[in-house]
């Protein structure tokens, strides 16, 4: 039996911070350290000013409250933190490598790699290693091999690798922490997997808890993102088809929903999904059904991926068309630059291609956001410009950052609707239909307006999936 006292979590992303946060609160007599080697985002997480943590999450600053310097600590001292640790959480990025064999497709492991070497060479007695990132399936295999590697050491130490992924969605983070639909955890050394069992039977009834092999568990993790985002892909390629016959994809996504086999969930038509993980995932699932030789499966699932850019190209192709061929000398207002509502990651954001394919037409676009910043936003419209035109990599002055909604869409000639925050179900369009230019257009991606308010005020609507607009 292995008693847990000390807890170490490596990487204080969306993930690690939060997670441990939950713990934290739940477990107050163990200790916690999360430890990243970004310095920036240690000293944002230890900021006595809750409102400049790195991550926003709806309650998460107030758990940080009650548990920072309480039993949970946020730190840059990786090697004390190893030491110290009964077990250790892995809960660093996971990136689509870049370049070389699998690019494109596989995932970058040299953070969890540099994470298995240094548990390996610096961890004392037995420690329990925990993979809390999104893996490729084998991964743990890599891990254990490299932690009993004869560069790391094997005396005095020894070492059990867990696998339990992390099933939160951003915006959620923190009730799907604290009351989640399961918690999954694969291995193959039933005292480590019990020792996390207890952990979690702190606040997690026993029978949410589920227990596989380290592969069934790493493979479960990808599956269901990728199931997830199927159905969305799904739903976004039947919102085209709405719009083409004059059906209306809301109703569609009731109907269809109200069947218990299908559900309600997840069948919100959108501008496709962003965030760090789905695409990368499905790709992970790509890239090993094509090592096993599975050509087909590869393909059934790469195509929800596809589905996912020509939803965001077709948003913004409507965009053009409708006001008539031509974005020079207009300005457009983008309201939502986060992936979705309630969080200030802009990972894959739909909006960023959108935007990017907009600046290329010759608009001007100014952008609001709720959460996500000025800088954010700049870096990711000019970090990697690889779609933008020459012109347009020099003079980056064809956009502005408003942190007040009715400054953005103050003499535009388009709104666009990109994420779902509850601030814009309250836009006054009334004010909206007298101080913009005409004729003007609402985009409205997220199905967040009553089309009807919109033509009463003599403005034109598109909503993304509603057929009868077209
Ligand atoms: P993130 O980029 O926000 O955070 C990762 C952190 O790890 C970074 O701060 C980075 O500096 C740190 N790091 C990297 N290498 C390190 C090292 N060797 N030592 C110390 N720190 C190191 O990533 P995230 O969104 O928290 O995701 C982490 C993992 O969890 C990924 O595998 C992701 O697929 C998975 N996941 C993410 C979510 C989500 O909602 N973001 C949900 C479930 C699972
Ligand atoms: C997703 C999963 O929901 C989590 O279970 C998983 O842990 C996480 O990925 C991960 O592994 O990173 P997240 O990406 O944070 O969580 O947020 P979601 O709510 O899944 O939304 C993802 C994207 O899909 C967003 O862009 C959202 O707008 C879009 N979406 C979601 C739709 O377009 N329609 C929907 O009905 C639902």
Redesign the pocket.
Known sequence: MYSIKNICC???????GPTMAVFAKNCPDIKFEV????EE?IVAWNSKDLSKLPVFEPGLSEIIELVRGRNLIFSTN?KNSIRKADMIFI????PIKKTGLGAGETSDLR?VE??AR?IGQIAENHTIVVE????PVKTAQTIKDILLSSECGIKNKSFSVLSN??????GT?ISDLEAPDRVLIGGDDNHAMKALNDIYLNWIPQEKLIFTNLWSSELSKLTANAFLAQRISSINSVSAICEATGADINEVANAIGKDLRIGSKFLQSGPGFG???FK??ILNLVYLSKYYGLNEVADYWRSVVEINSWQQTRVYEVIVKKLFGNLANKKIAILGFAFKKNTN?TRESPSIEICKNLLNEGAFISIHDVKVTEDIIKKNLFKNPSILNENLKLNKSNWEFQSNLYDAIKNSDAVVLLTEWEVYKDIDWDWVSKNVRKPFWLFDTRSLVKAKNIQNLGLNIWQLGNGSMN
């Open positions: 490596i990487g204080a992303g969306y993930v690690g430890v990243d080697i970004n985002r990786l809960s660093v990025n996971t953070w540099s994470c240094q809390k990132s999104t893996l992924p992390e099933f939160l969605a951003e983070a965030g760090s993980c990368k995932d990651d």
